[in-house]
């Protein structure tokens, strides 16, 4: 069960299943993918199985010891890690789901759900899937070889911030809220879409210093040198220099861009009619002078220190952030004095592709930057300059995401004299948390644990031996569950069929079916493209490996790769022993797939075997 205690499932389907005594003596999971832990007045705190002692400890080992002392015959095993990637080479590996014989999803996000269900259909196992949102919740089974996956269909983007006016949300907050959203998307920009498109820039044009440097001499126009410009002038070389940036930071936000608000619009202009500018729901700003000895201002500057320290690799321990060593450095910070920006800082709209385009100048100085470094011996001609993004997440209290946006925000408020927030509320707008219902949860365990029963019955049919007897008359056996109770509405459906397609050749494949290859450290390539057209009786025309091209006839130099060793252009893992590979087939005429002729074949990876 990944995701123990995410939302209640946790409490709401262990509780079931140990008065079922389901499977009680076969070894059941549960793992805390997040590594969550029971918070004070949270969602979890009011769960089934947690109690106010358990506050501050791991919600997985919690419940299962909850679970234990309730049925002592049942054999549970909590795991306080997450799964993903990073686990899947250990514990969390194929093996591991292969041994499992159903997996139940408890979990509160939609990439860590699709990741699941990726292991699930990559393994063959049946997954129960469940969630709520308030007062809506739903029940998906996805069963082997029979069903769609979780990942087959999509849920519309949604994203907090396109219910505030642009303009409300940069200039006019009126609401708490819109301080929260503000921060939010200050730290997406300054910490993940930045030093991302730093590291593109670089790519694109580089990747080494010199090769950019040649770029930039030999183009009149390139997207994104300004962005590249502006990071690179304000990288800083020690801590010293972060703390002096994240100071620079405190000034722009909270005092200059107060006191260019009111240049442009101050505190008695008057439009036309002779009406106030700033009536409700405006509020005039108000410019934030930097205190050192300020709690909320030092809060500011100790989580900007640590993430900017984290993107520009720069060390930062906890000495540095030790507020005695904070005010000692920030007095000695240069701090630029305001410069009214007239006309150019009239309220736009939301900002487009076409401004962030370059300008010569800029252009100029960045040439300039990079053949002093190298002049300098800062950098070589062949060293790469990298930003290291930050992905958002709001359950890691060491990462300083929350400390930022908590801190952004609350001084925004003060700008702007609007009620400040709690850490706890600040986190649960920012992380898109939905207080949690007991009767949803209790609803959509309770329809969840019976399909489980469904599930439990056909596992003699989910395998290869045994799929033949997965019939349209098994699938009517399932009910997908949609619901929202404040209506109340509740919907049935039979899960949908996966999708079969028809591939050249006469070929015909669900997502369920694999292909693998075993190859051995000797396997040239040629030895693959032939042992493909043994097993599947079609022809390889090109193979990827993520983007990386492994093998594309029409370039340079790629047929003399058929005789070599395959795995001199594959990157190995170490401590997994095959490759998921993109593979293209040749076709003609005469092989035409569900597409028609000319259109495009989405063929199966292949699981290549190295070892």
Same mark, same amino acid.
């Given at each position: 069960?990944?995701?123990?205690?995410?939302?209640g499932h946790f409490c709401s389907i262990t509780r079931k299943l140990r008065l079922k005594q389901a499977r009680s003596s076969a070894p059941w999971h549960s793992a805390d993918v997040n590594r969550f832990q029971i918070e004070f007045n949270s969602n979890l705190n009011r769960q089934f199985l947690f109690r106010p002692e358990h506050i501050t400890k791991s919600k997985s080992e919690v419940g299962a010891d909850r679970i234990r002392h309730i049925n002592p015959d049942i054999n549970i095993k909590p795991y306080?890690?997450?799964?993903?990637? =990073?686990?899947?080479?250990?514990?969390?590996?194929?093996?591991?789901?292969?041994?499992?014989?159903?997996?139940?999803?408890?979990?509160?996000?939609?990439?860590?759900?699709?990741?699941?269900?990726?292991?699930?259909?990559?393994?063959?196992?049946?997954?129960?899937?469940?969630?709520?949102?308030?007062?809506?919740?739903?029940?998906?089974?996805?069963?082997?070889?029979?069903?769609?996956?979780?990942?087959?269909?999509?849920?519309?983007?949604?994203?907090?911030?396109?219910?505030?006016?642009?303009?409300?949300?940069?200039?006019?907050?009126?609401?708490?809220?819109?301080?929260?959203?503000?921060?939010?998307?200050?730290?997406?920009?300054?910490?993940?879409?930045?030093?991302?498109?730093?590291?593109?820039?670089?790519?694109?044009?580089?990747?080494?210093?010199?090769?950019?440097?040649q770029t930039l001499q030999g183009r009149n126009h390139m997207d994104g040198i300004p962005l590249v410009h502006k990071l690179i002038s304000a990288w800083p070389k020690n801590f010293t220099e972060v703390v002096f940036l994240a100071r620079s930071k405190f000034e722009k936000y909270f005092n200059h861009k107060a006191q260019q608000l009111l240049t442009m619009f101050p505190e008695d202009h008057m439009l036309e009619g002779g009406v106030k500018f700033w009536t409700s729901p405006k509020r005039a700003p108000?410019?934030?002078?930097?205190?050192?000895?300020?709690?909320?201002?030092? =809060?500011?500057?100790?989580?900007?220190?640590?993430?900017?320290?984290?993107?520009?690799?720069?060390?930062?321990?906890?000495?540095?952030?030790?507020?005695?060593?904070?005010?000692?450095?920030?007095?000695?910070?240069?701090?630029?004095?305001?410069?009214?920006?007239?006309?150019?800082?009239?309220?736009?709209?939301?900002?487009?592709?076409?401004?962030?385009?370059?300008?010569?100048?800029?252009?100029?100085?960045?040439?300039?930057?990079?053949?002093?470094?190298?002049?300098?011996?800062?950098?070589?001609?062949?060293?790469?300059?990298?930003?290291?993004?930050?992905?958002?997440?709001?359950?890691?209290?060491?990462?300083?995401?929350?400390?930022?946006?908590?801190?952004?925000?609350?001084?925004?408020?003060?700008?702007?004299?609007?009620?400040?927030?709690?850490?706890?509320?600040?986190?649960?707008?920012?992380?898109?948390?939905?207080?949690?219902?007991?009767?949803?949860?209790?609803?959509?365990?309770?329809?969840?644990?019976?399909?489980?029963?469904?599930? =439990?019955?056909?596992?003699?049919?989910?395998?290869?031996?045994?799929?033949?007897?997965?019939?349209?008359?098994?699938?009517?056996?399932?009910?997908?569950?949609?619901?929202?109770?404040?209506?109340?509405?509740?919907?049935?459906?039979?899960?949908?069929?996966?999708?079969?397609?028809?591939?050249?050749?006469?070929?015909?494949?669900?997502?369920?079916?694999?292909?693998?290859?075993?190859?051995?450290?000797?396997?040239?390539?040629?030895?693959?493209?032939?042992?493909?057209?043994?097993?599947?009786?079609?022809?390889?025309?090109?193979?990827?490996?993520?983007?990386?091209?492994?093998?594309?006839?029409?370039?340079?130099?790629?047929?003399?790769?058929?005789?070599?060793?395959?795995?001199?252009?594959?990157?190995?893992?170490?401590?997994?022993?095959?490759?998921?590979?993109?593979?293209?087939?040749?076709?003609?005429?005469?092989?035409?797939?569900?597409?028609?002729?000319?259109?495009?074949?989405?063929?199966?990876?292949?699981?290549?075997?190295?070892?």
């Amino acid at each position: 069960m990944p995701g123990g205690g995410a939302m209640g499932h946790f409490c709401s389907i262990t509780r079931k299943l140990r008065l079922k005594q389901a499977r009680s003596s076969a070894p059941w999971h549960s793992a805390d993918v997040n590594r969550f832990q029971i918070e004070f007045n949270s969602n979890l705190n009011r769960q089934f199985l947690f109690r106010p002692e358990h506050i501050t400890k791991s919600k997985s080992e919690v419940g299962a010891d909850r679970i234990r002392h309730i049925n002592p015959d049942i054999n549970i095993k909590p795991y306080m890690m997450r799964v993903s990637p =990073a686990t899947q080479k250990a514990p969390f590996t194929d093996e591991f789901f292969r041994k499992q014989d159903i997996v139940i999803n408890a979990l509160d996000n939609v990439e860590a759900r699709k990741y699941v269900d990726q292991r699930c259909v990559t393994t063959c196992k049946p997954l129960l899937d469940s969630g709520t949102l308030s007062t809506k919740g739903h029940v998906q089974v996805v069963v082997p070889y029979l069903t769609e996956s979780y990942g087959s269909q999509r849920d519309p983007v949604e994203n907090a911030s396109d219910s505030i006016p642009f303009c409300t949300l940069k200039q006019f907050p009126a609401l708490m809220e819109h301080c929260i959203e503000w921060a939010r998307e200050k730290f997406q920009s300054s910490f993940s879409q930045k030093p991302d498109s730093f590291n593109n820039f670089w790519q694109l044009n580089g990747p080494s210093a010199g090769q950019l440097l040649q770029t930039l001499q030999g183009r009149n126009h390139m997207d994104g040198i300004p962005l590249v410009h502006k990071l690179i002038s304000a990288w800083p070389k020690n801590f010293t220099e972060v703390v002096f940036l994240a100071r620079s930071k405190f000034e722009k936000y909270f005092n200059h861009k107060a006191q260019q608000l009111l240049t442009m619009f101050p505190e008695d202009h008057m439009l036309e009619g002779g009406v106030k500018f700033w009536t409700s729901p405006k509020r005039a700003p108000t410019a934030l002078i930097f205190d050192r000895d300020n709690k909320l201002h030092l =809060a500011f500057l100790r989580a900007a220190c640590h993430l900017y320290g984290n993107i520009y690799g720069i060390p930062v321990t906890k000495a540095d952030l030790a507020e005695e060593n904070l005010r000692n450095l920030v007095l000695t910070a240069p701090v630029a004095p305001f410069m009214s920006k007239g006309e150019e800082a009239v309220i736009k709209e939301a900002p487009t592709a076409a401004a962030v385009s370059h300008t010569g100048n800029e252009a100029k100085q960045l040439v300039h930057y990079l053949q002093s470094s190298m002049a300098r011996g800062d950098c070589a001609t062949g060293d790469t300059m990298t930003m290291h993004p930050e992905s958002f997440e709001k359950d890691d209290d060491s990462n300083a995401h929350i400390d930022y946006i908590y801190a952004a925000a609350n001084l925004r408020a003060a700008m702007y004299k609007i009620d400040q927030a709690s850490r706890l509320h600040v986190k649960r707008i920012a992380g898109r948390i939905v207080p949690a219902i007991a009767t949803t949860t209790a609803c959509v365990t309770g329809l969840a644990c019976l399909e489980l029963v469904k599930l =439990a019955q056909d596992l003699d049919k989910m395998t290869l031996d045994g799929k033949h007897l997965l019939t349209e008359r098994v699938l009517g056996r399932y009910k997908n569950t949609f619901l929202n109770l404040a209506l109340p509405v509740i919907y049935f459906s039979e899960p949908g069929a996966a999708a079969r397609t028809n591939l050249p050749g006469g070929i015909s494949v669900t997502l369920w079916d694999q292909w693998t290859i075993t190859g051995n450290p000797a396997f040239t390539m040629q030895n693959f493209i032939d042992a493909v057209k043994a097993k599947y009786n079609v022809t390889v025309s090109s193979i990827l490996l993520g983007s990386k091209m492994v093998y594309m006839p029409f370039m340079p130099g790629h047929g003399k790769r058929l005789g070599q060793t395959f795995s001199t252009y594959l990157d190995l893992p170490d401590s997994e022993d095959y490759l998921d590979l993109s593979v293209d087939m040749e076709t003609d005429s005469n092989m035409d797939g569900d597409g028609g002729d000319g259109d495009m074949v989405l063929w199966p990876p292949i699981r290549y075997y190295f070892r």
